[in-house]
């Protein structure tokens, strides 16, 4: 009889459990929403998938997410099996990727959905000329590592007390890919990696045959990665350009869409002010 496992994840949960469901024959997927999207007068429908469980993979949820936190999870369903993931995050590769959340709640979203370059926010608060933008980001030569180091800090800080960490393997694995399409979107191989020791956690076999997904779980946004970003890891990689859905973008049409968004949003210096005081790594 299969094993009945559920992952309680963010927006990494249906790429992993898709990609546990490859990998192992002796496990069948139960589906549940990922955990930001459930509002509260969905939680028992939430509880009735969690009870049909007999494994449960999940990354910390915490206590603001009430009911359905973490530890409140174990509390009502003591006797399943657990196994628990970072939310898998580096923004290492993308020191200049922020999202912009605004402060009566929400997120900003804009031509990258909801992720920001700040260079370019940066560029229209100055009131720099596209076309000036366009050469500093063609052009750009920063020194990012102040940044990386506290990217990498806040990684690692997920990761304490998970029963899988992630980021050892991300270090690695950096001078020959990037590993991540945005900081919390992970490419497939990341996933597999993630996927197998999850499966071994829970002493559930994998198969010899079980095939790497080749198309993105979660490549809608590929973001530009800064020159001296993989001139630092010393990578045989380049990313130059922001693409959506594969398809790569100008930084002059990027810049432009930026500039008319920005352009259109009254209370943008108070979205950024409030970013700044929250954020954990320097906005801008």
Not at 147 to 153: D, E, F, G, N, R
């Amino acid at each position: 009889m299969a094993t009945r496992l559920l992952v309680f994840a963010n927006c990494q949960s249906n790429p992993l459990a898709s990609t546990l469901g490859v990998m192992s024959p002796d496990v069948e997927i139960i589906r549940c929403p990922p955990v930001h999207t459930i509002p509260a007068a969905k939680t028992d429908s939430v509880f009735d998938l969690l009870s049909q469980a007999d494994m449960i993979v999940h990354q910390p949820i915490g206590q603001g997410f009430g009911p359905i936190s973490s530890d409140a999870i174990k509390e009502r369903f003591p006797e399943k099996h657990y196994a628990s993931f970072p939310s898998v995050y580096y923004g290492g590769v993308f020191p200049q990727l922020r999202y912009l959340r605004r402060p009566g709640g929400g997120t900003l979203s804009g031509p990258l959905t909801d992720y920001h370059d700040m260079r370019i926010l940066k560029s229209f608060l100055d009131d720099m000329p596209v076309e000036a933008c366009v050469e500093k980001l063609e052009n750009d030569g920063s020194d990012y590592q102040d940044l990386v180091t506290a990217a990498k800090q806040e990684s690692y800080a997920r990761e304490v007390g998970v029963d899988v960490p992630v980021m050892k393997w991300v270090e690695e694995a950096l001078q020959e890919r990037p590993c991540f399409y945005t900081f919390n979107h992970p490419d497939n191989k990341l996933l597999w990696l993630i996927a197998e020791h999850l499966l071994q956690q829970l002493g559930l076999p994998i198969s010899p045959d079980a095939k790497l997904r080749q198309k993105p779980f979660l490549g809608e946004i590929s973001a530009a990665v800064p020159r001296g970003i993989a001139q630092a890891l010393g990578a045989s990689w380049r990313r130059d350009l922001y693409a959506i859905n594969g398809e790569e973008i100008a930084w002059r049409d990027i810049v432009e869409r930026f500039y008319a968004l920005y352009a259109s949003v009254a209370d943008l210096r108070t979205i950024v002010d409030f970013n700044r005081k929250r954020s954990m790594i320097p906005l801008i």
